[in-house]
């Protein structure tokens, strides 16, 4: 049973920035890929960012250059640096994990960007 939990969520201003975490938990080995996805209220939810089993990251366009998705594997854990952050980033955050044929949610961090 893997369980994932994140963390670094909260209320900050236009411009700011934040890190989040995500702690994958468990006898795990290596995900395939783990990334962390959005939800605004009343929206779909929709990827923010990967990175594969072999450190590859990928980013929606719309966070380019200004988020960056890394891991530390010691840890099982990965991260979402996220600078220069918009009111339209304003969503609850949620990271995903992948070991084949295995998908697991974390509970999701809200993030609200306002000023």
């Known amino acids: 049973q893997v369980q994932l939990v994140e963390s670094g969520g909260g209320l900050v201003q236009p411009g700011e920035s934040l890190r989040l975490s995500c702690a994958a938990s468990g006898s795990i080995s290596r995900a395939n890929v783990m990334g962390w996805y959005r939800q605004a209220p009343g929206k779909e939810r929709e990827l923010v960012a990967t990175i594969t089993g072999v450190g590859i990251p990928n980013y929606n366009d719309s966070v380019k250059d200004r988020f960056t998705i890394s891991r530390n594997l010691a840890k099982n854990t990965i991260y979402l640096q996220m600078n220069s952050l918009k009111p339209e980033d304003t969503a609850v955050y949620y990271c995903?994990?992948?070991?084949?044929?295995?998908?697991?949610w974390g509970q999701g961090t809200l993030v609200t960007v306002s000023s």
């Open positions: 995903k994990g992948v070991w084949r044929p295995l998908e697991v």
